[in-house]
């Protein structure tokens, strides 16, 4: 009796054994000194759900060139006394790949002057969205493809009524300006039951979209273009970039509420 005494007591001593868990999820936040990553993430298989929270990397060297939006994946590594990120490298590629066109702008780079037409007619000018948080997607309304302008028209959707009456403005570039005026995306406005804050724009929209990363190319009676959604800060800079449609709606409304909290 004592010998197993003992030897529970000399089992419940010891520590438990590390558990390794792969994650993906996309980069909110990297805090250098912290040696931390603020990360939305997909759910961790027999562990936790999809949520966003910030991870401890064991070599910090691995978080020079993460940035808001970056896609990656890593090893989490858990004891009882505290949970590791190791390995962790930047994944998954746009929907179709294609090659950056040579005047994208990096992150942290002052969002370009513009002049764009909305669904109603009106100018949209860069000047007037300073002070707040702005998501731009691409996308044309005669897209065929479920999985791309559409998931991508869904998502601000949510967002439109997530963030209702805060600091947000979304707007929605056509890469189909001669087909897309401002009678034709008034009426996928109105599909959408867009609101004030979400704007559909129209017009030269060629500058706008190399500086954000956008490609788009004619293909045999569609458009094809390669879907980047860019998140500028309060401060008119580009806080985040979001390659492709595969992204959760949670994982870009993290990064839109992170953009929200912060102020100048």
Not at 127 to 152: M, N, W
Not at 160 to 171: G, H, I, K, P, T
Not at 174 to 197: H, I, K, M, S
Request: charged residues 20%.
């Amino acid at each position: 009796m004592l010998y197993r005494t003992l030897t529970l007591v000399l089992f419940c001593g010891l520590p438990l054994a590390a558990k390794t868990y792969p994650v993906d999820g996309i980069v909110v936040a990297v805090d250098p000194a912290a040696h931390t990553v603020l990360v939305s993430h997909r759910p961790i298989a027999h562990y936790m759900p999809a949520m966003m929270m910030p991870f401890t990397a064991e070599d910090p060297a691995e978080l020079a060139g993460l940035h808001p939006g970056t896609r990656i994946q890593f090893d989490l590594e858990v004891t009882r006394a505290r949970t590791l990120a190791r390995h962790i490298r930047p994944s998954g590629e746009p929907d179709g790949t294609v090659p950056a066109p040579v005047e994208k702008l990096a992150t942290g780079a002052e969002l370009p002057d513009f002049a764009l037409t909305d669904q109603t007619g009106n100018a949209v000018h860069t000047a007037g969205l300073r002070g707040k948080v702005v998501a731009i997607d691409f996308i044309y309304t005669r897209c065929p493809l479920p999985d791309v302008c559409p998931r991508l028209s869904a998502n601000f959707a949510l967002l439109q009524r997530q963030f209702r009456d805060r600091d947000l403005v979304l707007l929605s570039v056509t890469v189909d300006p001669d087909f897309d005026t401002p009678e034709v995306l008034a009426n996928y406005a109105r599909r959408w039951a867009a609101g004030p804050q979400w704007r559909f724009l129209t017009g030269n929209v060629a500058p706008l979209a190399a500086a954000l990363g956008e490609l788009y190319w004619a293909d045999e009676g569609s458009i094809g273009h390669n879907s980047t959604t860019t998140i500028i800060g309060r401060d008119g800079r580009i806080a985040a970039v979001l390659e492709g449609s595969n992204f959760r709606i949670d994982q870009l409304a993290h990064l839109v509420a992170r953009m929200l909290e912060d102020r100048p």
